[in-house]
Nanobody
Framework: QVQLVESGGGLVEAGGSLRLSCAASGRTISTLATGWFRQAPGKEREFVAA????????YYADSVKGRFTISRDNANNRVYLQMNSLKPEDTAAYYCAAETTRGSVPPTTPARWDYWGQGTQVTVSS
């Protein structure tokens, strides 16, 4: 079992920055693909960013490419999402996820991820 706990959400003005953190326990993240998803009210959960299980590659949704950066700290078993140049359309609950299959490319479909955190709310005001 893997437990994931997100933190770092909040209210920020458009153009601002936030850094989300995800603390993992139960398994070392160096053996897992890890990622971030988000879900706005009335919308489906969508892929934001992921890092391959071996840490070698990162992947981003087109909507956040160039603004968001995913990273991880193996020593502290944490995953981060640095979000810059935030826009009102980035407003959503953000979820950390982990996936165990060690594929070449992490999936972008939420149903293929094995573990989820409880989410942290990000609100961007215009």
């Amino acid at each position: 079992q893997v437990q994931l706990v997100e933190s770092g959400g909040g209210l920020v003005e458009a153009g601002g920055s936030l850094r989300l953190s995800c603390a993992a326990s139960g398994r070392t993240i160096s053996t897992l693909a890890t990622g971030w998803f988000r879900q706005a009210p009335g919308k489906e959960r969508e892929f934001v960013a992921a890092i391959r299980w071996n840490g070698g590659s990162t992947y981003y949704a087109d909507s956040v490419k160039g603004r968001f950066t995913i990273s991880r700290d193996n020593a502290n078993n944490r995953v981060y999402l640095q979000m810059n140049s935030l826009k009102p359309e980035d407003t959503a609950a953000y979820y950390c996820a982990a996936e165990t299959t060690r594929g070449s490319v992490p999936p972008t479909t939420p149903a293929r991820w094995d573990y989820w955190g409880q989410g942290t709310q990000v609100t961007v005001s215009s």
